[in-house]
Structure formats: C-alpha cells, structure tokens
C-alpha cells in the first residue's frame, strides 16, 4: 500500500501521453469541437459506469473488479488528456487571461475535491453512499460541461478569437517562415488540406519553456503525493483525530491544492520572470531542493535513511506550501507563455506540446517516486 501511489500515477499517466501525440497529429485533421465533445461524452460514459458499480456487489470478482477499474482508469485518463490538450490549444488563440483562468481552474478543482474529501471523513459513515456521491457529482459536472461547450459559439467573445487561422505548414523548415504577419494570417481562410502541424519549428521555440515544464512537474510528482502521504505526526501516538485521521488529508491534499490554486492566481497579477528570461528556469532548478527536505520529515516507514533531521509537525506543513505555491506559480508561466510566443496558426498546436511536456514531466515523476520511496 506505501506505493500504490506510485503505481497509480504511473498507470494514468502512460495514456496521457500517448494520447498527447495522437492528439497533435489531429489537432489540423479532426475539428477541435469533435475532439471536446467526444472526451466529455467518453468521460460521462464511463463515470456513469462507475457509478453503478458503486452498488454492485463485487466480492465474488476481485480480480476482475480490477480489471475493470483499471480499464475505465485508462479510458478516463486518455479522454480527459484529449479534453485538456485541446481546450488548452483552444484558448492558447484567446488573451493570455482567458489560459491563466483555464489553468487555474484546474487547481480549484482539485481544492474543492479535497475540501469535499475531508467533508466526507468527517460525517461520512458509509463508504458506499460517499463514493456514490462523488461519482453523481461528476456525473452532473460532466454533462454541464457539455451543455456550456456547445454554448460558448454564442458568445460573441468567443467566436471572435475561435475564428479559424491558416494551418502551419513549413514548407523551407525555417522556424522565421512561422511568425510572419499575423494580420495575413488571421484573415487567411482554413486551408482544404489537412495536415500535421510541423513539429521541430514548436520544439525549438518552446524548449526553455518545456524544460521548465517537464522538470518542475518531474520534482512535483516525485514528492506528491507518494512522499507527503506517507508523512506521519510526530504527536500520532496521541490518538487525537487531527494526528491520526486528518494529518495527511489536509497538510498533504488539502494543503498542496489549495497552495497550488495560489501559485497560479498570484499570475493574474504577476507575471515574472519573462518567457526568454534565464531566471524562470534557474527557479525551476532550485525546486530540487525539496527532494532532501522532505526526505528528512517523518517519512515513515523508513528502511535505509533512518534519521530525521525535521522533528516537528510545522516543517511539512511549510514544504508542502512552499511546493504547491513553486509548482502554481512557476507552471502557470511556463503554460501561459507557450502559445504567445508562435504565430496565432500554431497556438493550438503549441498548446498540444505545452500539455505533452506536462505529462512527460508527471510521468518521470511518478516512475521516479516509485524507486525513491524504496530508497528511503
């Protein structure tokens, strides 16, 4: 069970990326609302599946209870990458406000699933009615998002920036012929042709930023939450409910989350280092030093590194805010960034990448974690 995290993570981060490069490849092939709607409507699908395997008496079938767990883990993680990667090409065409909210809004949501987790230890005493909950609230988030999608063409807003661009194509390979006039281009009519947006001029333009990117979420989820979760009190011997049953649900989850959701709020205001200053990935690199500091907390169970240098309740709770706010703040930049610094024709495209780089970042992480919890 100390590494079912690890596992975990690593099991749902596979299909993110491999459906991030199915994904590029359809970005000028497959219309962007097909692909968003047709991840939602997959995603409700199989919630509402699970759903009612909530109330299916699973004890005779374990193994293949497993199985299929497994199986509609996979199918979720791989639409959701596809719903994401595209929403986030999508507004990478809109002002860099409407990218921060979208990314944001990732955080809040993940602050609002720990807040209702604690909720739910707290008053919960039946774990069937809690998962049921939770699987109805997704059910009716999940179909909202489906009903607000098909209405955002609407908005006048919204079809002004979601007016089609010239697909990239690179015709000498030089990365200038990318960013020629804007203007030009946002006038152009959507090409007949159909084709894969050139990868190598994107890699070159973004490879500060995916660097920053792909290291930041490699240390961020090569501490969470395999390393927090198994951070014990020092005062659990106490028995009282704050040591024993909410220690970790809320200096871990609730904590990180919310310090996260922080991170990425404080970009609406503040938005430095540039995305060609040498200082973003320089504080990027920094962020290794919470490897060391929480390996030293009361990790526990411990079997090669015995001591702990961190003899307090306080330092956890410190990493755990400095990590969420790092991770919000300096991710958010690098995101925000990447579909401002190509043409408007390549935004989307960009965008695709930008989310590759994340889940690169993440699975590193996570494969990682699981050889550095055996090592503690």
């Given at each position: 069970?100390n590494?079912?995290?690890?596992?975990?993570?690593v099991a749902?981060?596979?299909?993110?990326?491999?459906c991030?490069?199915?994904n590029?490849?359809?970005?000028?092939?497959?219309?962007?609302?097909?692909?968003?709607?047709?991840?939602?409507?997959?995603?409700?699908?199989?919630?509402?599946v699970m759903?009612?395997?909530?109330?299916?008496?699973?004890?005779?079938?374990?193994?293949?209870?497993?199985?299929?767990?497994?199986?509609c883990?996979?199918?979720?993680?791989?639409?959701?990458?596809?719903f994401?990667?595209?929403?986030?090409?999508?507004?990478?065409?809109?002002?860099?406000?409407?990218?921060?909210?979208?990314?944001?809004?990732?955080?809040?949501?993940?602050?609002?699933?720990?807040?209702a987790?604690?909720?739910?230890?707290?008053?919960?005493?039946?774990?069937?009615?809690?998962?049921?909950?939770?699987?109805?609230?997704?059910d009716?988030?999940?179909?909202?998002?489906?009903?607000?999608?098909?209405?955002?063409?609407?908005?006048?807003?919204?079809?002004?920036?979601m007016?089609?661009?010239?697909p990239?194509?690179?015709?000498?390979?030089?990365v200038?012929?990318?960013?020629?006039?804007s203007?030009?281009?946002l006038?152009?009519?959507?090409?007949?042709?159909?084709?894969?947006?050139?990868?190598?001029?994107?890699?070159?333009?973004t490879?500060?930023?995916?660097?920053?990117?792909?290291?930041?979420f490699?240390?961020?989820?090569?501490?969470?939450?395999?390393?927090?979760?198994?951070?014990?009190?020092?005062?659990?011997?106490?028995?009282?409910?704050w040591?024993?049953?909410f220690?970790?649900?809320l200096?871990?989850?609730?904590?990180?989350?919310?310090?996260?959701?922080?991170?990425?709020?404080?970009?609406?205001?503040?938005q430095?280092?540039?995305?060609?200053?040498?200082?973003?990935?320089?504080?990027?690199?920094l962020?290794?030093?919470?490897?060391?500091?929480?390996?030293?907390?009361?990790?526990?169970p411990?079997?090669?590194?015995?001591?702990?240098?961190?003899?307090?309740?306080?330092?956890?709770?410190?990493?755990?805010?400095l990590?969420?706010?790092?991770?919000?703040?300096?991710?958010?930049?690098?995101?925000?960034y990447?579909?401002?610094?190509?043409?408007?024709e390549?935004?989307e495209?960009?965008g695709?990448v930008?989310?590759?780089y994340?889940?690169?970042?993440?699975?590193?992480?996570s494969?990682?974690s699981?050889?550095?919890?055996?090592?503690?």
């Amino acid at each position: 069970m100390n590494y079912f995290e690890s596992y975990f993570a690593v099991a749902s981060t596979v299909p993110s990326v491999l459906c991030l490069m199915a994904n590029f490849v359809l970005v000028n092939r497959v219309p962007v609302r097909v692909r968003v709607l047709t991840s939602l409507t997959m995603m409700l699908a199989i919630f509402m599946v699970m759903t009612i395997l909530v109330k299916v008496d699973t004890s005779s079938w374990t193994n293949g209870f497993f199985a299929v767990t497994m199986v509609c883990m996979v199918l979720i993680s791989s639409a959701s990458t596809i719903f994401g990667s595209s929403v986030y090409g999508l507004t990478g065409s809109f002002p860099m406000r409407n990218s921060q909210a979208l990314i944001s809004g990732g955080a809040m949501g993940g602050t609002i699933s720990a807040v209702a987790s604690l909720v739910d230890l707290a008053v919960s005493r039946d774990v069937t009615d809690s998962a049921l909950a939770f699987f109805l609230t997704a059910d009716v988030f999940l179909a909202l998002c489906i009903v607000l999608y098909l209405l955002l063409p609407r908005l006048a807003y919204a079809r002004f920036y979601m007016r089609p661009a010239w697909p990239a194509h690179v015709v000498s390979g030089e990365v200038g012929q990318l960013q020629d006039s804007s203007s030009a281009s946002l006038l152009a009519p959507r090409s007949n042709n159909s084709h894969t947006p050139p990868l190598c001029p994107i890699l070159k333009m973004t490879i500060g930023l995916g660097f920053s990117i792909i290291y930041l979420f490699f240390i961020t989820s090569l501490i969470f939450p395999a390393m927090c979760t198994n951070i014990e009190s020092f005062n659990k011997g106490s028995g009282s409910l704050w040591t024993t049953k909410f220690f970790v649900p809320l200096t871990s989850f609730l904590l990180y989350n919310f310090a996260d959701l922080c991170g990425r709020q404080i970009t609406a205001w503040i938005q430095i280092p540039g995305p060609k200053s040498r200082l973003l990935p320089g504080l990027v690199l920094l962020r290794t030093c919470f490897i060391p500091l929480f390996i030293f907390c009361n990790y526990q169970p411990r079997t090669h590194l015995k001591k702990v240098l961190f003899m307090s309740d306080v330092y956890p709770i410190v990493f755990t805010s400095l990590l969420g706010i790092s991770n919000g703040y300096l991710s958010t930049l690098a995101l925000i960034y990447g579909p401002k610094i190509v043409s408007r024709e390549l935004a989307e495209a960009t965008g695709v990448v930008m989310s590759f780089y994340v889940n690169l970042g993440l699975l590193l992480g996570s494969a990682c974690s699981a050889l550095l919890v055996h090592l503690i």
